[in-house]
């Protein structure tokens, strides 16, 4: 019985895999370069939840058990979140209000970006991360269109890709307006 307990659970390492590769595609430099997300901690928050979301869209019209694993990774971006709180000194107490904050934040962004994104509606989904990812009132477009364009890649995975090779997202440079570093 206490033996289980050090044995490595193969959903779970594929999961904290998953949720790396998604990590890791939302701190490329090219969307706080050339796409202008801002390079802060809410510009940082927006991006990785801008990646989660494209992925649990995808992962949404697959079948089972890829229903498991939205919700595994829902979980996995959620404690992410809990112990990047903790470890910038955010106090015990105030965890709680923080990650409820956070919550809000990330399913109204959900919500927000779904139809346009299902739709492939650039100007409604530019509106929309030009709020929320830029925070101000321009629209995106750029962005927009990199969303887009990972949504249109991530729908033609199968469960199995994504978990093996992980979520393949375009080079954000490639979107970039002339001019743009």
Do not use: C, Q, W
């Given at each position: 019985?206490?033996?289980?307990?050090?044995?490595?659970?193969?959903?779970?390492?594929?999961?904290?895999?998953?949720?790396?590769?998604?990590?890791?595609?939302?701190?490329?430099?090219?969307?706080?370069?050339?796409?202008?997300?801002?390079?802060?901690?809410?510009?940082?928050?927006?991006?990785?939840?801008?990646?989660?979301?494209?992925?649990?869209?995808?992962?949404?019209?697959?079948?089972?058990?890829?229903?498991?694993?939205?919700?595994?990774?829902?979980?996995?971006?959620?404690?992410?979140?809990?112990?990047?709180?903790?470890?910038?000194?955010?106090?015990?107490?105030?965890?709680?209000?923080?990650?409820?904050?956070?919550?809000?934040?990330?399913?109204?962004r959900a919500q927000?970006?779904?139809?346009?994104?299902?739709?492939?509606?650039?100007?409604?989904?530019?509106?929309?991360?030009?709020?929320?990812?830029?925070?101000?009132?321009?629209?995106?477009?750029?962005?927009?269109?990199?969303?887009?364009?990972?949504?249109?890649?991530?729908?033609?995975?199968?469960?199995?890709a994504l978990l093996?090779?992980?979520?393949?997202?375009?080079?954000?440079?490639?979107y970039a307006e002339?001019?743009?570093?």
């Open positions: 019985m206490i033996f289980s307990l050090f044995r490595k659970d193969p959903r779970r390492t594929a999961i904290a895999l998953l949720y790396k590769r998604i990590a890791t595609a939302a701190r490329a430099p090219g969307l706080y370069g050339s796409l202008r997300v801002p390079d802060t901690l809410e510009g940082r928050f927006e991006a990785l939840s801008l990646h989660m979301i494209l992925v649990l869209r995808a992962l949404r019209d697959l079948p089972a058990p890829a229903d498991e694993v939205a919700k595994d990774l829902t979980d996995a971006f959620f404690r992410d979140m809990d112990a990047s709180l903790r470890e910038m000194g955010v106090g015990d107490t105030v965890v709680p209000k923080r990650m409820k904050k956070i919550a809000a934040a990330f399913y109204g927000a970006y779904d139809e346009p994104l299902g739709e492939a509606d650039e100007g409604a989904l530019a509106e929309a991360l030009g709020r929320n990812a830029l925070g101000g009132e321009a629209p995106a477009t750029t962005l927009a269109r990199y969303a887009l364009a990972a949504n249109r890649g991530l729908e033609t995975m199968d469960l199995d093996e090779t992980g979520p393949v997202f375009p080079v954000p440079e490639t002339e001019g743009t570093p």
